[in-house]
């Protein structure tokens, strides 16, 4: 399964979007991109997925680079409600969803 | 009600005991998997489970033993419960559907070990 590489944490104001990146340069071509997030200490939220086109919910959007190497989850417009730990996962294998570190995203008033 | 469940909530033991962990989901996903979450940090898989009777390790499997006797049962043990493995433990389900899917996540256990 590829890795993934994200920032620890970012900042964002109360009602921009908000835009969290991860790298995975070594992600293969059958291998979903997913999002989850964590509130506090409750489990963790599945957010949206995506295999190559970009994807869109009502949480939020998800954009695919065309060489699949990165993706980029966004906010539309980011409440204090989505202060969380996003996760950003590769996998093809649906056994194995490995969560790695996240990015502690701090929406502000 | 339909979901993932996760029992004791809360737990408290003594080193050297053991501690079983109960997962219960309604939904008869094949697919189900523990996780521990230690203070301050991401998650890391322990065992999964593809199908009853089906088990394997994840990241972070010794000191812990699994079971799946039901589609919809999963649950783990401490045998020999030690300091290290305090933690909170979450448990989740996936239906594995042809175009991937999502995991559900129970509400999470938390062990202290003294």
């Known amino acids: 399964d590829a890795k993934t590489t994200q920032p620890p944490s970012m900042d964002c104001a109360e009602g921009r979007a908000a835009n969290l990146p991860c790298n995975h340069s070594?992600?293969?071509?059958?291998?979903?991109v997913y999002w989850y997030r964590q509130i506090h200490s409750q489990g963790p939220q599945y957010i949206i997925h995506g295999l190559k086109n970009n994807e869109t919910n009502e949480m939020a959007s998800l954009i695919i680079t065309e060489d699949r190497k990165s993706s980029t989850l966004i906010l539309p417009h980011a409440t204090l409600r989505d202060t969380a730990v996003y996760y950003c996962?590769?996998?093809?294998?649906?056994?194995?969803?490995?969560f790695g570190s996240g990015t502690k995203l701090n929406v502000k008033p | 009600d339909a979901g993932i469940t996760q029992s004791p909530r809360y737990k408290i033991t003594e080193t050297g005991r053991q501690v079983t962990l109960m997962c219960h989901q309604t939904w008869s996903h094949s697919y189900m998997f523990w996780y521990r979450q230690d203070l301050g940090h991401g998650l890391r898989l322990i065992y999964y489970?593809?199908?009853?009777?089906?088990?394997d390790k994840g990241e972070v499997p010794d000191g812990y033993v699994v079971s799946r006797s039901k589609t919809e049962n999963f649950p783990l043990t401490l045998e020999s419960a030690t300091r290290s493995q305090t933690s909170v433990y979450f448990c989740a389900s996936h239906g594995a559907s042809g175009n991937g899917g999502e995991l559900f996540f129970g509400e999470g256990s938390r062990l202290t070990v003294l």
């Open positions: 489970s593809a199908a009853a009777d089906i088990t």
């Open positions: 070594t992600i293969s071509g059958n291998e979903y």
């Open positions: 996962i590769v996998t093809y294998n649906f056994n194995k969803f490995y």
